[in-house]
């Protein structure tokens, strides 16, 4: 059987480590001794912790010793969490991706999670930051959202009830464009 027609296995890598550069080296180094293939990735420096979550693809037979030398790395101060990832179908309704701005608060995370959640809203990719507001100087949060709503939830529900959430909260939301 060739190393192409292997069964391949998907995992999902967390990792987290003083930043320092070489770091995601070290892993791509990993995948790519193994014969894995990186599919996906989010890395990003926090606070002086460089952290990350990587898909990877692996052969069945190289899946072991990928997982031995990931392991190897936490000599280098990775700290690696593997999981294996599986396949899900795409759930049902509408996607969209939602832009968020207000002044910046302890609180603004949950008081919006908690809003998509009570809608049934699956957050499918989430970031955000803090950002200096022009010619004022005040710390504003700015968030990125992609979502999936159910079928039953519409568009401007989701718009209403985040406004609702504070004054000064500004909601935009883009429809992804068509495929």
């Known amino acids: 059987m060739s190393p192409s027609a292997r069964p391949a296995e998907s995992l999902v890598l967390t990792f987290v480590g003083p930043d320092r550069p070489g770091l995601v080296n070290l892993i791509a180094e990993a995948v790519a001794r193994h014969g ?37 790395l936490e000599q280098e101060g990775l700290r690696i969490t593997i999981a294996s990832g599986q396949e899900t179908a795409a759930l049902p309704g509408t996607h969209l991706r939602l832009e968020l701005v207000a002044h910046d608060r302890p609180g603004i995370v949950r008081d ?16 955000s930051a803090l950002e200096s ?44 464009e068509p495929a």
């Open 36 to 72: 894995g293939n990186w599919l996906e990735s989010r890395l990003a420096n926090l606070a002086g912790a460089f952290a990350g979550v990587v898909l990877v693809e692996v052969s069945s037979a190289a899946r072991a010793g990928l997982i031995s030398s990931l392991a190897q």
């Open 133 to 176: 507001a022009p010619f004022t100087g005040e710390t504003l949060f700015k968030a990125q959202l992609q979502l999936s709503l159910p079928a039953d939830v519409p568009e401007p529900s989701v718009r209403a009830a985040l406004e609702r959430l504070a004054h000064e909260l500004m909601v935009d939301i883009k429809t992804p």
């Open 112 to 127: 919006v999670t908690q809003t998509l959640t009570r809608l049934g809203v699956n957050i499918e990719d989430f970031s």
